[in-house]
Nanobody
Framework: QVQLVESGGGLVQAGGSLRLSCAAS????????LGWFRQAPGKEREFVIA????????VYSDSVEGRVTISRDIASNTVYLHMSSLNLEDTAVYSC???????????????WGQGTQVTVSS
């Protein structure tokens, strides 16, 4: 069982940046792909970015290309989502997810955090 707890959301001005955290714990969590998804009101869940920590391969959505990175603190097993040049369309609930393979598809992820709200204001 893997537990994921996100933090760091809030209100951000357009053009600004943010860093979200995902504290990961549980057996074998270091072997999982960890990624981020988001869901805006009335929209389907959307993939943002994910990384395979054994090969360091990563994949990200075209909608955030050039504006997002993912990093990890091994000691604390915390994964971070860094986003810059935020715009109103980035407003969503951001969720951390853990899966067995690098994928952009939500159903390929076995564990999910509760999500953290990010609101971008003009």
């Amino acid at each position: 069982q893997v537990q994921l707890v996100e933090s760091g959301g809030g209100l951000v001005q357009a053009g600004g940046s943010l860093r979200l955290s995902c504290a990961a714990s549980g057996r074998g969590v270091s072997n999982y792909v960890l990624g981020w998804f988001r869901q805006a009101p009335g929209k389907e869940r959307e993939f943002v970015i994910a990384k395979e920590w054994t090969t360091f391969r990563s994949v990200y959505s075209d909608s955030v290309e050039g504006r997002v990175t993912i990093s990890r603190d091994i000691a604390s097993n915390t994964v971070y989502l860094h986003m810059s040049s935020l715009n109103l369309e980035d407003t969503a609930v951001y969720s951390c997810a853990a899966g067995r393979r690098l994928s952009t598809v939500p159903r390929d992820y076995d564990y999910w955090g509760q999500g953290t709200q990010v609101t971008v204001s003009s």
